[in-house]
């Protein structure tokens, strides 16, 4: 069993930053893909950032330039750097990452960014 711990969601001005950070712990081996990503009510889940162990990363287009995945295989941590927030960025950002094919939540970290 793998546990993700989020932390560094809260509010913000359109056009800061924030920072989250997420920790897995529990029995790791080998962590395929971690990422991150968001929900708003009424909505599906969306990719926002996702990276592999080998350090391939992708961004979903409505991030890209401006969010920064980083992960450090060492910690198994994973940490999104979001700049330039747009209100459209509220919502629930969740953890996620895979091994031996079975997949991995957090509980979620609530990012707000107010007009």
């Given at each position: 069993q793998?546990?993700?711990?989020?932390?560094?969601?809260?509010?913000?001005q359109?056009?800061?930053?924030?920072?989250?950070?997420?920790?897995?712990?529990?029995?790791?081996?080998?962590?395929?893909?971690?990422?991150?990503?968001?929900?708003?009510?009424?909505?599906?889940?969306?990719?926002?950032?996702?990276?592999?162990?080998?350090?391939?990363?992708?961004?979903?287009?409505?991030?890209?330039?401006?969010?920064?995945?980083?992960?450090?295989?060492?910690?198994?941590?994973?940490?999104?750097q979001?700049?330039?927030?747009?209100?459209?960025?509220?919502?629930?950002?969740?953890?996620?990452?895979?091994?031996?094919?079975?997949?991995?939540w957090?509980?979620?970290?609530?990012?707000?960014?107010?007009?």
């Amino acid at each position: 069993q793998v546990r993700l711990v989020e932390s560094g969601g809260g509010l913000v001005q359109a056009g800061g930053s924030l920072r989250l950070s997420c920790a897995a712990s529990g029995s790791i081996f080998s962590l395929n893909f971690m990422g991150w990503y968001r929900q708003v009510p009424g909505k599906q889940r969306e990719l926002v950032a996702a990276v592999s162990s080998s350090g391939t990363t992708n961004y979903a287009d409505s991030v890209k330039g401006r969010f920064t995945i980083a992960r450090d295989n060492a910690k198994n941590t994973v940490d999104l750097q979001m700049n330039s927030l747009k209100p459209e960025d509220t919502a629930v950002y969740y953890c996620n990452t895979v091994q031996m094919g079975r997949i991995y939540w957090g509980t979620g970290t609530l990012v707000t960014v107010s007009s």
